[in-house]
């Protein structure tokens, strides 16, 4: 079936590193890749979204590309800000599909 | 537009008792998803409407569990009885369309403790 694996949070990090946050998946076809974003007592925004191979989404600093020939879709950016701390998840919409699939999802802090 | 609302933001109840969530969709969406969210679990799919009728309920726990969407408005997440391992956030989310990419707008979620 279609999957999603996320690096294990938590994630803290202090403000103007570089963030990377892992995902693969498991899908046949060509899925639809997403990043969501949780902040603390809110429902889940989109990030960015890349909806074939070596697409590259980007938003708010945010990149993710995506890469099928290593069924990833790894979420950076190059400078993280206290108000970047959420939890994020990696999810994807099979072929076809309405159901989305998500990841487990990281917790990110970002110190000042 | 308001985005998704869904009430009770809280619901602390007692076990056996019956709760109801409430969901309003964004104006236009057709389609409609009820999510839970736990520590152990993750963001599950419960169900998902299209047009107001019910299209995969395969993630839907148990006969507990029921879901309605009497008009493209409103919809409603029935657990009767309840358990305390039903305490989790439930989120509903709505979409437009079938466009590959089509962004789902999440509510702020109701967050069920039973007790």
């Known amino acids: 079936g279609n999957s999603v694996t996320q690096m294990e949070g938590p994630v803290t990090l202090s403000e103007e590193a570089f963030l990377t946050i892992n995902c693969t998946y498991t899908a046949t076809g060509y899925p639809s890749l997403f990043w969501y974003v949780q902040y603390p007592g809110e429902g889940l925004q989109l990030l960015l979204k890349a909806t074939k191979a070596d697409d590259k989404g980007s938003n708010k600093g945010f990149e993710a590309t995506y890469r099928k020939e290593t069924t990833s879709f790894h979420l950076e950016k190059g400078s993280v800000q206290v108000s970047d701390s959420a939890v994020y998840f990696c999810a994807l919409r099979a072929q076809g599909a309405q159901k989305l699939v998500f990841g487990q999802g990281t917790r990110l802090t970002i110190n000042p | 537009d308001a985005g998704v609302i869904q009430s009770p933001r809280h619901e602390v109840t007692e076990m056996g008792q019956e709760v109801t969530l409430r969901c309003k969709p964004i104006?236009?969406?057709?389609?409609l998803f009820w999510y839970r969210q736990t520590m152990m679990r993750g963001l599950e799919l419960l169900i998902y409407f299209n047009n107001n009728v019910p299209i995969d309920d395969s993630g839907m726990p148990e006969d507990r569990f029921s879901a309605k969407m009497p008009n493209a408005s409103f919809s409603t997440l029935k657990i009767q009885p309840s358990e305390p391992r039903d305490s989790a956030v439930y989120f509903c989310?709505?979409?437009?369309?079938?466009?590959?990419?089509?962004?789902?707008?999440f509510g702020p979620g109701t967050r069920l403790t039973v007790l």
């Open positions: 104006s236009g969406h057709d389609y």
């Open positions: 989310a709505s979409s437009f369309g079938l466009a590959v990419y089509n962004e789902q707008f």
